[in-house]
């Protein structure tokens, strides 16, 4: 396996991690590379293994239903989510009335449905699988949701978002090129996802939420992130320490990762209290997630002419 960013194939042993969020024994490595530093998995599942890895019940899909009888709670927390997306694209789309924007990656498009009760515009899902809207396309009757046909989607965009969708992408360069040609003129790019120089991956190691092992094929750092972007025709405008999705909760899927849940409908549901009650107690702590490294990042870049 060469190096997803520069294609180097000169690397070294970084740590070992297992299978997250899945019933399965297997240890995948993930490796340092030696010419631009980028961690990145070094033995990835093969395309169609990797398929089991998204099942309908895997949570960008289904959001709430693992949650069991708490779904109702964990809606108002996407819905906070989904408004904290809303609110830094507007910062960067200068108030905007009209926007045209693709959110690459959607799972259940949540977010662009929010977004489309504020913007008029067009907003376009893209995913590799229609599992997030298939079974409640109803309630997204304002989207143009593509599955697995990037090349169908005709339209050129204000913004591109993804949201911890870079990181699952085994051909990263590969992707940004293909962003590039669908963003406007001046056109931004948000990019959130883990981060891998942050004091709960370093902490966790293996056991880390943001490894998703093995759905994420490579670990960003910022530096590493900045490498990708520049390399590939984006000026970087503003890295946050920071994202929607708390550090809070990486770190707390690290360790929902060792609890043998998976043989439940509702994974989560008996989890739930203890889910709170933690959040709770380290609440002080993660107070001051805007100003430390705790685990994710966010990235607003702009296409170079
Ligand atoms: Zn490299």
Redesign the pocket.
């Known amino acids: 396996m060469k190096?997803p960013?520069?294609?180097?194939i000169e690397s070294v042993f970084v740590m070992n991690s297992k299978t997250q969020l899945q019933k399965d024994n297997k240890i995948f490595q993930f490796d340092s590379?030696l010419?631009?530093?980028?961690i990145y998995l070094k033995n990835p599942p093969i395309e169609d293994e990797l398929k089991k890895y998204y099942t309908d019940n895997y949570l960008p899909y289904s959001t709430s239903k693992p949650w069991g009888r708490y779904t109702f709670i964990v809606n108002i927390w996407q819905s906070i989510v989904d408004s904290k997306k809303c609110k830094l694209l507007t910062k960067h789309t200068k108030n905007k009335k009209i926007v045209r924007v693709l959110d690459f990656g959607c799972g259940k498009p949540t977010f662009l449905k929010k977004l489309s009760n504020y913007y008029q515009g067009d907003f376009v899902g893209f995913d590799f699988s229609d599992l997030g809207w298939k079974d409640c396309q109803q309630q997204f009757l304002k989207l143009k949701l593509f599955s697995n046909e990037f090349e169908k989607i005709q339209e050129k965009f204000d913004v591109i978002t993804l949201w911890h969708s870079l990181e699952h992408h085994f051909r990263p360069v590969e992707l940004l090129t293909q962003l590039k040609s669908k963003l406007n003129s001046k056109g931004i790019i948000i990019i959130e996802l883990p981060n891998y120089k942050s004091f709960f991956a370093n902490r966790q190691k293996g056991d880390w939420g943001g490894l998703h092992t093995p759905r994420h094929s490579v670990i960003y750092s910022p530096e590493s992130l900045i490498f990708l972007m520049q390399e590939n025709g984006f000026q970087i405008k503003k890295i946050l320490k920071y994202g929607s999705l708390d550090a809070f909760t990486l770190w707390w899927l690290g360790r929902a990762s060792n609890y043998n849940i998976y043989n439940s409908l509702y994974p989560f549901e008996n989890l739930f209290i203890k889910f709170c009650l933690l959040k709770v107690l380290t609440f002080p702590f993660f107070v001051f997630e805007k100003y430390l490294n705790l685990g994710v990042m966010t990235f607003v870049c702009e296409k170079k002419e």
């Open positions: 190096c960013l520069c294609g180097s590379c010419h631009c530093n980028s």
